[in-house]
């Protein structure tokens, strides 16, 4: 048998054991490169935890040494990509914590200048979407607005996956504490979620939640914005639900 095939049927089984996919439902068209040992992922998963899951999964395969993720998830509501472009805009010119920011969205193909700072700016946020992907690029001064930039594309409607391409200017360092800060902040700002009745710990990039919550779509929209982070590498819901 060759390797390829024997790659590609470890990781689909590997899928199908898996409670967050439902690849028969969500089908994951998988392609192994021999020469590269890498291998691509493709296709509409469920959300993104189906997204992030099957990453991780496929990661850890023998003789998988790298992952293509050109996954993107089912949006609730499909809307063609300008909509999208203008919802996205109109959060980020509402956001208090991007008021000095310049924010720019590309339109039929050039790159417009929705709004300029009246200082010497410190961010610029350019939004770019083609057939449902947000890719976002530009310059942000904190790890914390490239987080909160980045869950509100993903909060969207008819978002399909987030490309976050900011950089931080100038640099800083990532940690535990810089995570749990920004979900803290993206909780806070979720209005389908209760912040104060969530706990939060991050240990090695690992999410894990707790608290008690009114009902079972407020556990799930929790679990999801913690996903959305850039940097979180694993989410572990404990959160209780009262009902």
């Not at 350019?126 to 890719?135: K, S």
């Not at 409607?157 to 931080?168: F, M, S, T």
């Not at 939640?209 to 079972?216: D, K, P, S």
Request: glycine share 6%; net charge negative.
């Amino acid at each position: 048998m060759p390797m390829k095939t024997a790659v590609e049927k470890a990781v689909m089984a590997a899928f199908e054991r898996h409670h967050d996919l439902n690849v028969h439902r969500y089908p994951i068209r998988l392609e192994f490169d021999f020469t590269r040992n890498a291998l691509t992922l493709e296709g509409e998963v469920e959300n993104i935890v189906a997204k992030k899951r099957a990453f991780e999964i496929a990661s850890r395969i023998d003789g998988v040494e790298g992952v293509i993720d050109r996954l993107t998830v089912t949006p609730g509501d499909r809307r063609g990509d300008g909509a999208i472009r203008d919802s996205l805009t109109q959060e980020l010119l509402q956001e208090p914590a991007l008021l000095p920011c310049v924010i720019r969205a590309r339109h039929k193909g050039a790159m417009e200048t929705v709004r300029e700072s009246s200082e010497t700016p410190r961010c610029a946020v350019e939004l770019f979407v083609d057939d449902g992907i947000i890719r976002l690029n530009g310059h942000i001064p904190s790890l914390s607005h490239k987080r909160l930039v980045g869950a509100l594309a993903w909060w969207t409607p008819g978002c399909r996956d987030v490309i976050n391409g900011l950089v931080v200017t100038p640099p800083e360092t990532d940690n535990d504490d810089e995570i749990a800060d920004a979900l803290r902040l993206v909780l806070e700002k979720d209005p389908l979620i209760h912040a104060d009745q969530i706990g939060i710990r991050v240990n090695n990039r690992t999410v894990t939640l707790t608290g008690l919550v009114g009902n079972r779509e407020e556990k799930k929209m929790a679990e999801l914005d913690a996903w959305y982070l850039f940097g979180v590498n694993k989410v572990v819901n404990r959160i209780e639900v009262r009902y």
